[in-house]
């Protein structure tokens, strides 16, 4: 299979180095994407009639994730935080498989000192410019007022939510299955549906690897929550048979972590919406048993600050 290099270079070179969707220039590398026409979840690779070069902009209007125009000096400092720790974590990763420090890897016969120093020069820049990114995160995050009240809530730090505001668009999401939706928490986005988000993983991830650790900590909140929905979904699985090779009920620690991220994304929106002023709709959010406001969950209930 060409590398990704070798392919970029010809794609540029058939394409007279402009986007294949927009037909605007394409600066560098940096500032675009190898894209797969037919795409990875349905068999397509990286070969040379199946891919293209992108400008960052029609990638991010692919994925369903352009900047977003509500805050956009802080979706440019994420994106470019997010850039420059992906290539720190990159360098890293080939500087430990280099000397063998990765389990299936061994020691590169060609590696001198001279090569080993540059590389961990350009590690370092990265790891410069990704802190230098972090700051103007925050310090976007500061200019907008939104932020003050949200990070008041329990659960995620300012770069998670720094990831939520710069990404999706509370002016056009007016329901909260938008959001639930946007973050693949809807059985239209789930692992293998048809016409799922291309660009969900890079959406979704960041959230996941935070909320699924903090939402359930013993003294998080929402832990009764998650308790109660998890012995609930296992009494459910004992009732319909659904046992394990050991004979005991499937686990329901999945699908109560999945309602529980759902319950704070409601909670988010809610709180987020009424901080912009703007409309909102009812129910809001639904406890586990019914779809009527008597099973509403109120957010100030789960450490939320209450906005009238």
């Known amino acids: 299979m060409p590398n990704k290099q070798n392919l970029f270079d010809l794609c540029m070179a058939r394409q007279d180095g402009k986007c294949a969707l927009c037909g ?4 560098d590398r940096y500032h675009s994407e190898l894209d797969r026409i037919v795409p990875g979840r349905e068999g397509g690779k990286y070969v040379a009639d ?37 290539e720190a974590g990159a360098m890293d990763r080939k500087i430990r498989a280099s ?4 389990t299936g890897t061994s020691r590169s016969p060609y590696l001198d ?11 370092e820049q990265f790891e410069e410019l990704e802190h230098e990114y972090e700051k103007r995160v925050l310090a976007e995050l500061k200019l907008i007022p939104a932020f003050s009240v949200l990070k008041k809530g ?28 946007f973050f693949g928490y809807t059985p239209e986005q789930s692992a293998g549906a048809k016409g799922r988000n291309p660009g969900l993983g890079q959406l979704r991830s960041p959230l996941y690897a935070s909320l699924s650790i903090s939402l359930i900590r013993m003294n998080s909140p929402y832990r009764p929550f998650y308790d109660a929905t998890k012995a609930r979904l296992e009494a459910r699985n004992k009732a319909n048979g659904k046992l394990d090779k050991k004979g005991e009920p499937f686990s329901g620690h999945t ?3 999945q309602r529980t991220i759902k319950l704070w994304l409601s909670h988010l929106w809610l709180t987020w919406r009424l901080v912009e002023g703007l409309p909102i709709t009812e129910p809001y959010a639904q406890g586990p048993g019914g779809h009527d406001n008597n099973g509403y ?6 450490g939320w600050p209450k906005v009238e």
């Not at 369903?64 to 994106?79: D, E, T, V």
């Not at 730090?157 to 959001?179: D, E, K």
């Open 154 to 181: 329990y659960g995620a730090g300012p770069l998670v939510l720094a990831h939520i505001m710069s990404t999706f668009n509370i002016t056009i999401g007016n329901r909260i299955s938008a959001i639930w939706a």
């Open 297 to 302: 969950l109120k957010p100030e209930d789960f």
């Open 24 to 27: 605007q220039p394409i600066v």
């Open 99 to 102: 000397v063998g420090d990765i």
């Open 255 to 257: 699908g109560a972590l």
């Open 50 to 86: 199946n891919v293209r070069v992108i400008c960052l902009e029609c990638a991010w209007g692919r994925e369903g994730n352009k900047p977003n125009s509500h805050y956009p000096s802080l979706a440019g400092a994420y994106r470019m935080y997010k850039r420059w720790q992906r």
């Open 113 to 123: 000192g001279y090569s080993l120093s540059r590389m961990a020069d350009y590690q």
